[in-house]
């Protein structure tokens, strides 16, 4: 196998990862309407959304913008969840 396509076998794997641990955040979301889970849900599928365009369409070039824009996503949506989560009401 040559380093691009363990580097694309990686890629997918951990796409795949991401998609799986949203889903496991969503279903404790499900059972207990805590919103923190849900904005964790919500980012790792962003995630998995980042690993397969970077997978898929770009290859090697992981500097292009609409990359980070998508890694940017997940960030905020994970600081803003946790920031909501600590807000005193």
Same mark, same amino acid.
């Given at each position: 196998m040559t380093s691009d396509a363990l580097n694309q076998l990686f890629r997918g794997g951990t796409?795949?990862?991401c998609l799986a641990a949203? +889903?496991?955040?969503l279903r404790f979301y499900r059972t207990s309407r805590e919103r923190l889970?849900?904005?964790f849900a919500l980012a790792l599928g962003v995630l998995a959304i980042h690993w397969a365009l970077l997978g898929f369409a770009?290859?090697?070039?992981?500097?292009v +913008?609409?990359?980070?824009a998508t890694?940017?996503?997940a960030f905020v949506l994970l600081i803003f969840g946790i920031v909501r989560k600590n807000q005193v009401r």
């Amino acid at each position: 196998m040559t380093s691009d396509a363990l580097n694309q076998l990686f890629r997918g794997g951990t796409a795949t990862a991401c998609l799986a641990a949203g +889903v496991f955040f969503l279903r404790f979301y499900r059972t207990s309407r805590e919103r923190l889970f849900l904005h964790f849900a919500l980012a790792l599928g962003v995630l998995a959304i980042h690993w397969a365009l970077l997978g898929f369409a770009w290859g090697r070039k992981e500097n292009v +913008v609409p990359l980070y824009a998508t890694r940017a996503a997940a960030f905020v949506l994970l600081i803003f969840g946790i920031v909501r989560k600590n807000q005193v009401r």
